[in-house]
């Protein structure tokens, strides 16, 4: 099944690790608001007529712009799409725009999904990532969402950077399995260039992300998921049984999805196509009535490569059969790889399939480059 991603690029503040697409200027909010809308008439044959079961609203912050334009974006995509009465319609929200008046508005515009950035437990660590909230304000959350009538909140969680030790990496699990989320959303630290963390780094004024203590607190997360029987689906995603994410689990099994509003991307299968990431020329093109975008044809190669990368993130991982029409593309002796990969310890005990051990998720680019063409 398909899906539908709106990129809302507005944010409060910057957070210092991030390099998505946003600006902290709100004044363009109504125009940006207006240029998806008419992004999503001249995309509306993108499906063909096909029944959507996701819409994710992403971003950037998407609650940081007012409910009501929200709203007006979730009729104008189920007038413009064949989305399904029981389509999982997720917001991504940070802890300081949830409130009474927000949630109330979000579950009467068809919102049943909050995607919640909480990314730690600890003020000092959240004050370090220049987040507009603290853990007072997060602590109670979930718990407004799910009385509004929210029926599924994820939690972010950030694991890894030079202020979180173990002690107070458990902490933030024990809260985050027992505040009544139902999906957790968990990421290593990363230094991307252009952010301001990696400007520090280069500066010797932060120090770089400790791979040890990282692989650490991964194993932390991994254990703690099986002891309370959790279903850790893709490497940095994990859910109570049932409620694994819709709209991104179809990302990593690679179906086709439309992606609106600046840098968003979109997949047909064979196509992928992205928008300017450029707030300005965005609107500005979609004023014209033009589709401020790029694409490419994707090649055997480029499906091969895109397959390896997502379904190996996968627990399930991918059956040996399933390599078969990539066999004349890539001329891998793939059982002496996996033969070394299961003498390491990098794989499940399944012989007639691929998927990661702890040891082999702990790695999983590495292994992935091993496969890749």
């Known amino acids: 099944m398909a899906g539908l991603y709106i990129h809302i690029p507005f944010c409060r ?23 998806i809308a008419k992004e999503s008439d001249l995309r509306s044959n993108f499906f063909e007529g096909e029944a959507l079961e996701t819409l994710y609203f992403g971003g950037g912050t998407p609650s940081a712009v007012p409910h009501q334009d929200i709203d007006y974006l979730i009729r104008k995509m189920r007038g413009n799409f064949d989305i399904q009465d029981n389509a999982e319609i997720t917001l991504e929200a940070n802890p300081e725009d949830v409130t009474t008046e927000n949630l109330d508005a979000w579950a009467k515009s068809g919102v049943n999904r909050l995607s919640i950035g909480i990314q730690s437990l600890q003020d000092k660590e959240l004050q370090w990532m220049n987040r507009n909230h603290h853990a007072e304000r997060a602590r109670n959350c979930v718990e407004d969402a799910l009385k509004a009538g929210i029926r599924s909140v994820n ?14 990496w458990k902490l933030n699990l024990d809260w985050a399995f027992g505040c009544g989320a139902d999906h957790i959303s968990a990421y290593g630290l990363t230094v ?20 040890n203590i990282q692989a650490s607190q991964y194993e932390i997360l991994y254990h703690t998921a099986l002891q309370q029987g959790w279903d850790f689906y893709e490497i940095s995603n994990l859910s109570k049984p049932g409620h694994r994410a819709k709209h991104n689990s179809n990302y990593w099994k690679n179906k086709p999805y439309l992606g609106l509003g600046p840098s968003a991307h979109s997949f047909t299968g064979k ?11 965005y609107v500005e093109a979609l004023d014209r009535g033009e589709l ?9 190669k480029d499906l091969y ?27 891998k002796n793939f059982q002496a790889i996996f033969s070394e990969w299961r003498s390491l310890g990098y794989l499940q005990e399944d012989a007639n399939r691929v998927s990661l051990s702890l040891k082999g998720r702990l790695i999983c680019d590495t292994l992935t480059t091993d496969l890749m063409i």
Request: charged share 30%.
């Open 155 to 168: 939690v972010d969680l950030i694991y890894g950077s030079p202020l979180l030790d173990n002690h107070d």
């Open 13 to 35: 503040k910057a957070c210092v690790y991030c390099n998505f697409h946003f600006t902290i200027q709100h004044r363009g909010m109504p125009e940006m608001t207006a240029a």
């Open 192 to 211: 991307e260039p252009g952010t301001l963390l990696y400007k520090k780094v280069q500066k010797a004024v932060l120090p770089d992300v400790d791979e």
């Open 271 to 281: 196509q992928r196509s992205w928008n300017v990431r450029d707030n300005k020329k």
């Open 292 to 300: 401020p975008l790029e694409s490419e044809i994707l090649t055997e």
């Open 305 to 331: 490569n895109e397959f390896v990368m997502t379904r190996l993130r996968m627990s399930e991982g991918f059956g040996l059969e399933e390599l078969d029409s990539f066999k004349i593309l890539a001329p």
